[in-house]
């Protein structure tokens, strides 16, 4: 199935949380499924992410060969939601899951010759392309500033990691408009229910 990316699948706020995303309702086993399931959409992924996440970028992604860097991409997948996951719900890291979520970053980076780092140019140079798993595991690292983890949040209604870049640290979903929207017409429906079932005793 192909998958239509749009803003909505890029409401993480960093590169590294949109990719882990790409899993929709992990908390619900019955219903969850994977949009990277197929590897051709990592490319298209990247191409979509290349425009939205721009700003944090700064230079375009690609991804040539999507069936060889497959796996990498899924372990950084797997092991970023599994250790900031845990952040947020514990309000710290465990030591514990940094050994193999550093070996997927490590893995990400190792094929890669470019310069990241600059002042001001974290994915470097903004003239030439950056793989797409390197640009993965430097947003994937960059979560680990305290700044970063202390504004990460899990949506309540789709279970979604998202940075929470709001002045005073109050959002609640990852997109108003898509899961605040549901969740308040779900509100709406259940008191709605609950008046008629008073008015029927």
């Known amino acids: 199935m192909v998958v239509s990316w749009t803003p909505h699948r890029f409401t993480g706020g960093m590169l590294a949380l949109d990719t882990a995303n790409t899993v929709v309702l992990r908390n619900d086993p019955e219903k969850t499924f994977d949009r990277l399931k197929d590897p051709a959409e990592i490319t298209r992924f990247a191409e979509a992410a290349s425009g939205f996440r721009a700003a944090e970028l700064g230079r375009p992604l690609v991804a040539p060969t999507p069936e060889k860097i497959a796996p990498v991409v ?51 140079n903004p003239a030439t392309p950056i793989a797409f798993e390197a640009a993965l595991a430097v947003s994937a690292l960059s979560l680990l500033r305290g700044d970063t983890i202390a504004r990460l949040r899990i949506c309540p209604n789709c279970s979604w990691l998202f940075v929470d870049k709001s002045r005073n640290s109050s959002r609640l979903w990852c997109d108003m408009a898509v899961c605040g929207n549901r969740q308040k017409a779900n509100r709406y429906y259940r008191r709605r229910t609950a008046a008629r079932e008073v008015t029927n005793v």
């Open 74 to 124: 899924l372990s950084i997948r797997e092991t970023t939601d599994r250790l900031f996951r845990r952040a947020v719900s514990k309000g710290a890291i465990t030591t514990g899951d940094m050994p193999e979520f550093l070996e997927a970053c490590a893995d990400g980076l190792a094929q890669s010759r470019t310069e990241i780092g600059r002042p001001g140019k974290l994915f470097g």
